[in-house]
Each structure stands twice: as C-alpha cells, then as structure tokens.
T-cell receptor
C-alpha cells in the first residue's frame, strides 16, 4: 500500500459544480497535512493547510479525519481556473514529506 | 515575499558532463529541499538540508551531490547522469512545515 494515495482522476466537471477529492495516508504518526495545486509544467503551489477542526478558504474547504486517516478537499462553484492537479501532502515530522499521486481536475465550460 | 528562485530554467547535458543546479531563497527559512519530478508523477524527495546540514538523503545515487553553501543557497551538482535522470528538479524551502517551491529546472540528459 502506498504511503499517501489519491484517486488520479481525471475529474471532469462543469463550471459551477462542486467537486470533492479524498486522500488516504498509511502512517498514523503523520503530523501535518496540506493540499497543493500544480498546473501543467509548473511548480506545486500551496493551496491550504489542513487542520483537524476543518478549515475554509473562500470556495475551498479542507477536512482531516485522523481516526480514518484521510483528508479531503471540497471545491464549490468550480471555475475554469481551478483546472489543475491537486496534490495531497503529508508531513511525518523531521521534514519527511510525502506527496500523494495527485488528482487531476478539468473544469469544463 | 515567498519566492524561491532556481537557475537554470532548462538544462541539456550529455552523460559525461558536469553541471550544477542552483536554488536561492531569502525568506530566512532554515530547511531546504531537492525534489525530482517525472512527467505525470508527484515530486519525489531527494535531499533535505536543515540549518545548512544534510539531514535526509533518500538513497539518491552518488551522481547527484547536494551542497548548501549558506542558509540562502542550495546547489545540486550533477555528474555522469543517465537519460532516465531527465526530469523536473524542484527546490523548496520551509520555516516550519509549509514548503514553498521554486519554478524548477527542466533537465534533459542525452
């Protein structure tokens, strides 16, 4: 089993739709969690950190479920500019960082 | 300013060449990272420097040699690479847990 797993997609959704991604991790000692987005041929950019209490940033909501060892990202009112690959990132401490395989999102006009 | 810079943007090298990739950040971050990313794959951690000392080497072949001359700079020295080493090489820095990435160097080994 991979350390961090995501559904690779692609998720093809119409503009305005709500879409959710999940990410599971295997190491229960993992300490911090993030969502990054990566556009084609560009570097990953931090989208948001993920906290146990859940957190929201505009149209984006992230949740962490430590008991079930998964994190989620919800995007409401999808825009064309949201098309990208979304990477789940897990930090096990001491700078040991693992990226998930990424989920590709394509928002269609 | 959350900028990490990398040079060069693109690099083509032969298997007998020696080249270096450079990374710079002026955010005062004390941890710096090298990642390798192949097409359609996630970044893979190669090296981590913490307070200018190598703290993690993810079993990277010795043809890749990292160097941290000071707290703002990180180099990756390349020698006798193989065609399968062609990839996007990403540098990142962090103050605590959040990493900020540079734009990467796209490397082609012929």
């Amino acid at each position: 089993r991979k350390e961090v797993e995501q559904d690779p997609g692609p998720f093809n959704v119409p503009e305005g739709a709500t879409v959710a991604f999940n990410c599971t991790y295997s190491n229960s000692a993992s300490q911090s969690f993030f969502w990054y987005r990566q556009d084609c041929r560009k570097e990953p950019k931090l989208l948001m950190s993920v906290y146990s209490s859940g957190n929201e940033d505009g149209r984006f909501t992230a949740q962490l479920n430590r008991a079930s060892q998964y994190i989620s990202l919800l995007i409401r009112d999808s825009k064309l500019s949201d098309s990208a690959t979304y990477l789940c990132v897990v930090n096990r401490g001491y700078q040991k960082v693992t990226f998930g395989t990424g989920t590709k999102l394509q928002v269609i006009p | 300013d959350t900028e990490v810079t990398q040079t060069p943007k693109h690099l083509v090298m032969g298997m007998t060449n020696k080249k270096s990739l450079k990374c710079e950040q002026h955010m005062g971050h004390r941890a710096m990272y090298w990642y390798k990313q192949k097409a359609k794959k996630p970044p893979e951690l190669m090296f981590v420097y913490s307070y200018e000392k190598l703290s993690i080497n993810e079993s990277v072949p010795s043809r890749f040699s990292p160097e941290c001359p000071n707290s703002s700079l990180l180099n990756l020295h390349l020698h006798a690479l193989q065609p399968e080493d062609s990839a996007l090489y990403l540098c990142a820095s962090s103050s605590r847990e959040t990493q900020y990435f540079g734009p990467g160097t796209r490397l082609l080994v012929l």
